[in-house]
């Protein structure tokens, strides 16, 4: 069994199009997020939801519409999307982090690569 | 906010041991974690330190000193398996962990 799953894992499209990712956690961790890993292999924070409540949003265009129908999905609207937006998009999940005593490991899927062309 | 910083790349003999450092700046910070990263795969994680000094996990040895802000990763008896980017992540408040800016490990012969 997967644990967190995402897809699609190769999404290529055209500027100005509408993509979404999708991505589910069979772990029963409250928290969810959304990293970006551009060509030079930074990994950057996007989005993370506790319980379907957004908990941080790091400056992240309009374009980019997280949604969370429970804790168990965290899904990732783009739109109009731009070159620039090529990366690897990872979704992952933990326990809620605020449990100092728990170790904070994050579990990740294994990636969406998406390629605007 | 936070920043961790680590060399970009690293390379090292089959069998030796490595060490990858992290220095950070942060603030409410938790603790620090290291994450494995093949190529073309995802983020793993090896180990965390939520308070000063070493802890070791089989052939990976993490340290933290929050005094000095630094922590570092051993790797011992290097396998051309470890060859890999590695990263370290502070956890601090609010939900985030925010990783660096990640080290490439070459394991050659």
């Known amino acids: 069994d997967t644990a967190v799953s995402q897809t699609p894992k190769y999404l290529v499209t055209q500027m100005g199009n509408d993509k979404s990712i999708k991505c589910e956690q069979n772990?029963?961790?409250?928290?969810m997020y959304w990293y970006k890993q551009d060509s030079k292999k930074f990994l950057k924070i996007m989005f993370s939801y506790n319980n379907k409540e957004l908990i941080i949003n790091e400056t992240v265009p309009n374009r980019f519409s997280p949604k969370s129908p429970d804790k168990a999905h965290l899904n990732l609207h783009i739109n109009s999307l731009e070159l620039g937006d090529s990366a690897v998009y990872f979704c992952?999940?933990?326990?809620?982090?605020?449990?100092?005593?728990?170790?904070?490991?994050?579990?990740f899927g294994e990636g969406s690569r998406l390629t605007v062309l | 906010g936070q920043s961790l910083e680590q060399p970009s790349e690293v390379t090292a003999v089959e069998g030796a041991i490595v060490q990858i450092n992290c220095t950070y700046q942060?603030?409410?910070?938790?603790?620090l974690s290291w994450y494995q990263q093949h190529d073309g795969g995802a983020p793993t994680f090896l180990s965390y330190n939520g308070l000063d000094g070493l802890e070791e996990t089989g052939r990976f040895s993490s340290f933290l000193s929050r005094s000095d802000s630094y922590g570092y990763l051993l790797l011992q008896e290097l396998q051309m398996k470890d060859s890999a980017s590695y990263f370290c992540?502070?956890?601090?408040?609010?939900?985030?962990?925010?990783f660096g800016t990640g080290t490439k490990l070459q394991v050659i012969p």
């Open positions: 772990l029963g961790h409250d928290t």
């Open positions: 992952a999940s933990s326990q809620d982090l605020r449990d100092r005593d728990d170790t904070g490991e994050l579990f």
């Open positions: 992540a502070g956890r601090g408040g609010y939900q985030k962990v925010t």
């Open positions: 942060t603030s409410g910070f938790y603790g």
